[in-house]
């Protein structure tokens, strides 16, 4: 859906362009279907897609359009991923006139990391095909590939005729990955415009250039899908049902809980948890309720830690109740569960600080008064079934974030809980905000702390060693706004310091919003949206401070963003990134 708000050029940026759901295209039909032309012919190409000369200017109209066709274009990928060849045939034009998907001449070839092959085509220099040509490509290219896992056909912009006869010039991304028939991994990158024509009340294909065509080839998986096989595997009900409509997400925890050296897994969600013990097979074995966290369900961020120092390690687990009357809160507040020794839990009081609800989103942990126990940070995000974000830029009208410190223990050894020192400490903070990450960022021998914040900017709080925080955020140049979902320190340049790789949400359609608005907006506004739909951010220790890594250095691009993770992914010594990404969906990708 599209918000509506004032007339502004701003506002409907901001309502357009950080929205991903679907509203159905305007009307009009282009006429009858064409003839159909041979079969076999070798067909001559436009020089050039034309541009509109009488083009749609409303910018909801033409966005209307465009999520109109990109939706349809979603349908038609999960067609074509299922290798429906003839059925993915309807969405082109019987006049389609395009380059083939195979058949170019190789332009380059490139060794890349871990064994992987870059192969440049020079597809620009190649015939047309007509449309059974190019669904013959597309059956040669994807017909014997052991598995076809993803396919996307993305609008990145558009624009659209005026008039009856409704048509509309695209820039077209495509992306494929799948198993080929040796059981290696490939993946095809396609950049082109294409031509679109409403024909009987939907869109067809009838042009497509080709600029860009890449193929990448690993001749085995990196990685290989093991859930199913060790007992990770779990299959919950759809997505908007009954049994299945939560706002917020679901985290994992990862400890050795019982001990043995191997690690175990903790899994908070609708209906029960999952504590997965790993067993001397390599399996795993779900022992929530026999060890005592079974429930309460709807947890949200996890982690183990020794909150009691007695050398094993228990689980806390946040949750975001749920609202009541008169806009008080209700529900689960967050748990702490202390470990026996033995991986036997004991769901304990507290203490003061956990008797307050939080909108707890994600839990870190960090010793910030040097004590010697370990305290928690809870990143409290807002309800949006009570208020939504106040701001798109800017937002203070989320849930107070939390700083509980750890109380220790009394004489007796029996764990006193926590108390929450957030106000106290000045990072009681009411921004939106949904993930944190600490680390010594100033090497005075303390702990900082990162926190990402979804709808405007993120938060740098340096420890001054008395039990308070400063924000710290422009000094040391990370102020990044944007929906910040993640945060991760980590020496990515190998220089021996930490960098900090920020997760946000980025928006193709905000981008491609905002790139029709530039005229209408100031400099400085257009700048600012177009980073809060722009994706990742890399930032690298320069001195004293951080500088933002330029993004054509690559590592931001992960779409819809979440956790980031730091790791040495091929083993040569340096930190990759791997980031979470997508949306939950219905069957089709706009149906959320």
């Not at 839990?363 to 995000?381: K, N």
């Amino acid at each position: 859906m599209h918000r509506r708000t004032d007339s502004t050029a701003w506002t409907s940026a901001m309502a357009l362009a950080l929205c991903l759901a679907s509203t159905p295209g305007c009307g009009g039909d282009g006429g009858g279907a064409p003839t159909e032309p041979e079969k076999d012919a070798v067909l001559e190409l436009p020089g050039e897609i034309a541009a509109p000369d009488r083009p749609v200017t409303s910018v909801e109209a033409v966005e209307d359009e465009t999520e109109a066709l990109a939706d349809s274009l979603i349908e038609f990928a999960e067609v074509l991923r299922k290798r429906r060849f003839d059925e993915a045939k309807e969405w082109f034009s019987p006049e389609l006139v395009a380059h083939a998907a195979v058949g170019h001449s190789e332009a380059s070839r490139t060794a890349l990391p871990l064994g992987v092959e870059r192969i440049k085509y020079d597809v620009e220099a190649s015939a047309g095909v007509g449309r059974d040509g190019f669904m013959d490509s597309l059956r040669s290219l994807l017909g014997e590939w052991r598995s076809v896992d993803s396919m996307l056909w993305k609008v990145k912009g558009a624009s659209f005729q005026r008039g009856r006869s409704r048509w509309g010039r695209l820039d077209l991304k495509i992306h494929i990955t799948g198993v080929d028939a040796s059981g290696g991994m490939v993946s095809v990158h396609g950049r082109g415009d294409a031509r679109v024509t409403r024909t009987r009340g939907r869109f067809l294909l009838d042009q497509l250039l080709l600029h860009k065509w890449e193929v990448e080839r690993r001749s085995a998986p990196i990685f290989t899908e093991v859930a199913a096989s060790t007992g990770l595997a779990h299959t919950w009900a759809r997505f908007g049902t009954d049994a299945n409509n939560s706002f917020h997400w679901n985290g994992a925890a990862a400890g050795d809980v019982d001990g043995d050296g191997d690690w175990d897994l903790f899994v908070p969600s609708d209906d029960q948890n999952f504590l997965y013990i790993a067993q001397p097979d390599g399996t795993w074995s779900d022992e929530a309720d026999e060890r005592g966290v079974g429930s309460p369900d709807r947890g949200t961020g996890a982690v183990f830690f020794d909150c009691d120092n007695d050398g094993d390690q228990d689980l806390m687990v946040g949750h975001t109740g749920w609202p009541l009357a008169g806009g008080k809160m209700g529900g689960e507040r967050c748990r702490i569960f202390l470990n026996d020794g033995a991986g036997q839990f004991t769901d304990a009081p507290g203490g003061p600080g956990l008797q307050e609800p939080f909108v707890a989103y994600t839990l870190t942990v960090f010793d910030f008064d040097g004590d010697g126990w370990l305290d928690v940070h809870v990143c409290g995000y807002g309800r949006v079934d009570v208020e939504h974000n106040n701001s798109w830029t800017e937002a203070t009208n989320g849930s107070p974030n939390g700083l509980l410190r750890n109380l220790g223990t009394d004489a007796e050894g029996r764990f006193l809980g926590f108390e929450n020192v957030a106000a106290a400490a000045g990072i009681e903070d009411v921004r939106w905000s949904y993930a944190a990450a600490s680390a010594d960022v100033d090497l005075d021998g303390d702990a900082d702390l990162y926190v990402a914040n979804d709808y405007g900017s993120n938060r740098l709080w340096i420890n001054q060693g008395d039990g308070t925080f400063v924000d710290g955020s422009e000094d040391q140049g990370v102020v990044d706004k944007g929906s910040g979902m993640g945060a991760s320190f980590g020496d990515l340049t190998g220089d021996g310091s930490l960098d900090l790789y920020v997760s946000n949400m980025s928006s193709t359609a905000g981008s491609r919003i905002l790139g029709r608005l530039k005229e209408d907006i100031d400099a400085e506004t257009h700048a600012l949206l177009k980073k809060l739909a722009a994706g990742n951010s890399i930032f690298t220790r320069d001195g004293d401070a951080f500088a933002r890594v330029p993004g054509e250095q690559g590592g931001i691009g992960a779409s819809w963003a979440w956790s980031p993770a730091l790791f040495d992914v091929d083993l040569d010594g340096d930190l990759d990134v791997f980031c979470t990404n997508g949306f939950v969906t219905g069957e089709l990708a706009f149906d959320t």
